[in-house]
Structure formats: structure tokens, C-alpha cells
């Protein structure tokens, strides 16, 4: 398994293309198709199928680009249905110079999370807190958070969707995962989950057990 981070667009998105011989899925296409495509055809990748953390315009902005050119599905969970389909609420009407509203796509539901871990080996784990259908993916060593966990911090939860409470629950959750796994998340650095739950306040008994505020 190889794993390409490519970072995207004003918000530096983090996208990555997993790939295994020359087969790929694509987390998080954001921004910069030129850029995507370029490795895919430096690569000589076949990809098949986009897998989404969560709607919001900085992840999803080069969805339809990826899917036009190579004809592959978009899976994003039904939770965030209302986020991809609203340029309001995805935020591209704002940052965007042509609001997006996805009209094509697939909706995760359980018999699509069964068919990921059984026919391609990915777990996918519902995580909301930052927007009600966060998902994080995990594939390999490695575990693609999204907005849910950074580096050093934790998706903010002010946004159109969010919830403290969610996210709070969703953390800890997160906690009880195989330490041994690395953070890949949709901005910053990586990391290991295990140097996250040593290091990080969002992870932290004081934290998690604390009221229910947020920043």
C-alpha cells in the first residue's frame, strides 16, 4: 500500500490517493484537479472510487472534475447529504467563485460500510461532531481523520452541522482504536494516535470528562 498526500487549494486541504499496484481510491479530492490528476497518470493509477470525510466546499471542491474524467462513484455519508447539495451551507457560495451543489453521488449507508471492510479491507467509522456525517476512514496502518482529530487539535464545531457533544463522543471513541495507527488528517502535519492520546488536550480526561463547551 502506498499513500500520497497531496496538500490543496487556499484552505491546504489534505488529499490523499491510497493506492495497491495500480489500483487507487481518493480521500477528500478538495481543490486542484490538475494536481490530483497528474499523479494519477504520473502514477499510472486506475482509481475507483472517492471516499469523503465529510461536505464541506474545501474537501469536495474537486469532486466533480475526478468523477467526470474517470467515471468513478462518490461516496459520502447521508448525514452530510444536506451539506454537498447547499452551497450555503458547503460554504462555496462563499469561497467559491462558482457555488457547488453535488448532484451525483452515493450515500454510505451499512451494506456500503460492510462491502468496504469485507471486498476492500477499509474500515469506515461514523464520527460526528464537526458535521453530522464525519466519517474517518481507516485502510492499512493508517487512519484518515478528516476534521475530526489534527495534530495537536480537534475539529471546530461552530459550523453549519456541528455539535460539541457529538464530537466529544466521537473522540472518545476514536481513543479506543489501535494506538499503533497513523493519523493522516484533512489539514496539517500526520501524526500516530498514540502521540495524540499522550499529547493532545483534545484526547484528554479533562477534556472529554469536562463540560460541554467549545472554542
Known sequence: MKVKKLILGYYNVNCYIVSAENACFIVDPGADFKSIDSYIIGEKLKPEFILNTHGHYDHIGAVPQVMQKYDIPFYIDAEDEFIIT???????????????SLTTYKLLDN?????????????IYKMPGHTPGSIIIESGPYLFTGDLLFRGGAGRTDLIGGD???LKSSLKKLKQLDSSLTIMPGHGANSSLEY?????????????EGEDTWL
Open 111 to 123: 451494506k456500503d460500510i460492510s462491502y468496504f471492510r469485507e471486498e476492500k479491507d477499509i474500515r
Open 86 to 100: 447547499d452551497p450555503d451551507k458547503n460554504f462555496s457560495s462563499i469561497f467559491a467563485g462558482n457555488p457547488l
Open 164 to 166: 460539541s457533544k457529538s
Open 196 to 208: 495524540e492520546i499522550s499529547n493532545n488536550y483534545y484526547l484528554s480526561s479533562d477534556f472529554l
